[in-house]
């Protein structure tokens, strides 16, 4: 109890917690975890009051990745059967889009598969956005893998106003997770997506087979990059990935994760993403741990929970969905 007031003072004080002192956080017994989760509570609420961010994203190019990341079912290195596709179209990004917003979804984002998105890939994606801009009332998004900055300059121009690259997992850890390309090249991203001056949105996945210190690891790196929203996946085994036979998280785990996440990032919005249907009720508890944003609808090769659920779920807990004027 005296070491969750003195991190939840020193928070409010506007200092950082240490790497040493959240590690001691997850050592805090059961008899006193649930006043860990009231605390991240209370600092979810003093920054950040009781507004939750949806997103939706549409699965805008499947499949052929040429990267090896060991949790991916999109990864050409794997043999996942998944069903495969080229950028989708204008209107079906455009339908997508306008049935979220009236749902009640404020960002909206696409995402493709592979370790970049250039060439003609970049210029379709460019014209879906263009027409976006024109036609939702809609905060933007993109995910498109390692680009340079110029592009995301150009997506800037088109009306998009954060990017999404997660760093998956902490430095250490990550050389377990992806070969194909680096940690660095994954900051140097992020780097450049500042530089264009878009928001950042940038997370990881827990599950992989990391301990606490790598998640704590990842977190700190998070806040040292003034990441804006901060996703936090976890781990659905896909069967003909190397880790499809990974043990899946306890709920008491990933809540104590989600509030050491809030602990370390007060300000960010801590997002739950793929893998919300292996919590009980789609993580209705992480709400009142520190969570104040999700992913809602379908993700990318997984299912999620409906909008209008989540929507209904939110109000029961007596938070408002932010709302673009």
């Known amino acids: 109890m005296d070491l969750i007031s003195l ?60 990267e090896d990341c ?48 250039k060439g ?33 300059l150009t997506l800037k121009e088109t009306g998009v106003n954060m990017y999404h690259h997660n760093l998956e997992t902490s430095r250490d850890y990550y050389k377990k997770i992806c070969t194909t390309h680096s940690y660095d090249e994954r900051i140097e991203t992020i780097n450049n997506v500042k530089k264009a001056g878009l928001q950042v949105c940038s997370g990881g996945i827990i599950g992989m087979g990391e301990d606490m210190g790598d998640r704590i690891k990842l977190a700190i790196q ?6 804006t929203s901060i996703p936090i996946n976890i781990l659905n085994p896909i069967k003909g990935t190397p880790l499809e036979n990974m043990k899946r998280l306890s709920e008491e785990e990933i809540l104590k994760t989600v509030a050491i996440f809030r602990f370390i990032n007060p300000r960010a919005y801590i997002r739950l993403a793929g893998g919300r249907n292996l919590i009980k009720d789609f993580g209705r508890k992480c709400f009142r741990v520190g969570a104040n944003a999700t992913i809602s609808g379908n993700y990318l090769t997984t299912s999620g929970n409906k909008i209008s659920d989540d929507i209904e779920m939110i109000k029961e807990l007596g938070f408002e969905v932010r709302r673009n004027d």
């Open 7 to 66: 991190l939840e003072n020193k928070i409010y004080a506007g200092e950082n917690i240490s790497f040493y002192e959240a590690v001691k956080l997850t050592q805090i017994n059961n008899e006193y975890i649930n006043e860990l989760f009231i605390a991240a509570d209370r600092i979810r609420d003093k920054f950040n009051g009781n507004i939750v961010n949806l997103c939706s994203i549409i699965n805008a190019k499947c499949g052929s990745c040429s």
């Open 70 to 117: 060991k949790f991916c079912a999109q990864s050409a290195h794997y043999k996942t059967n998944i069903e495969e596709h080229e950028i989708v179209s204008i209107d079906e990004v455009l339908d997508l889009a306008k049935e979220n917003q009236h749902c009640g979804v404020n960002r909206f984002s696409l995402v493709t598969s592979g370790r970049e998105t």
């Open 120 to 152: 003609r890939d970049f210029q379709k994606v460019i014209k879906i956005y263009e027409k976006l801009k024109n036609e939702v009332n809609m905060e933007l998004c993109a995910s498109l893998g390692i680009l340079d900055y110029e592009q995301l």
């Open 222 to 227: 998070l806040r040292e990059l003034e990441v």
